[in-house]
């Protein structure tokens, strides 16, 4: 079965100092990669993406993300935390042989002043 | 360019009453999908359209929820009749050939 894990419901971390948000998949072939973002009372909004190339993609508020094909992960990393990224973040898989995105049960990222 | 747009924002029905949320997606985007939002979990994906084409409607409830999308452009779906259960966000995003997502502010449901 296909599946997307995000194994932590939450990541604290001080303001200044860098995060990581983990992804790991199980989703035949080269799917395409993507993180999004969740505030309160809004709709996902992307981050970033991978199809293919180099495995360190960037992506928009300074995020980035490391593409690992040997272990099948995808984090999300950012040098330097803002207290304005606290917010619920998604990763997100796309089976480019059916067309289908699964999306991961989601990370809340807390970001202390 | 407008981003995706869903109304309304909130509605609160009573349980067996009928219900229709409605998304206008982005200028060109030819795929759209409607997807079910517990709060603090991923979207869950109801139905996806390529144009007016349903091409993955597997896990819509289709004994009280249907959907279209007439004319290929904007959509609604609705729910009759709701139940408890149902109570969630309702979310809409469009995208050009199945690649990027971009989503609306979603209508968050209430049965009561």
């Known amino acids: 079965a296909q599946s997307v894990a995000q194994p932590e419901d939450q990541v604290n971390v001080a303001e200044g100092n860098p995060l990581t948000v983990k992804c790991t998949y199980s989703v035949s072939g080269n799917p395409y990669l993507f993180w999004y973002v969740q505030y309160p009372n809004r709709g996902l909004q992307f981050l970033l993406k991978?199809?293919?190339?180099?495995?360190l993609v960037k992506g928009s508020y300074g995020f980035e993300a490391e593409f690992n094909k040997s272990q099948t992960s995808f984090h999300l990393k950012k040098p330097s935390a803002l207290v304005s990224d606290s917010a619920l973040y998604f990763c997100a898989v796309l089976n480019t042989g059916g067309f289908k995105t699964i999306f991961g049960a989601g990370t809340r990222l807390f970001v202390k002043a | 360019e407008a981003g995706v747009v869903q109304s309304p924002r909130y509605k609160i029905i009573e349980k067996k009453q009928p219900v229709a949320f409605w998304c206008n997606p982005i200028s060109g985007h030819n795929t759209l999908y409607w997807y079910l939002q517990n709060l603090g979990q991923g979207p869950e994906l109801l139905i996806r359209y390529e144009n007016e084409e349903a091409v993955d409607d597997s896990q819509l409830p289709k004994d009280r929820f249907s959907a279209e999308r007439l004319k290929g452009v904007d959509s609604t779906l609705k729910i009759q009749p709701a139940e408890l259960g149902d109570s969630a966000v309702y979310l809409c995003a469009s995208s050009f050939s199945s690649d990027t997502q971009y989503f609306g502010p979603g209508t968050r449901l209430t049965v009561l």
């Open positions: 991978y199809i293919t190339g180099d495995n």
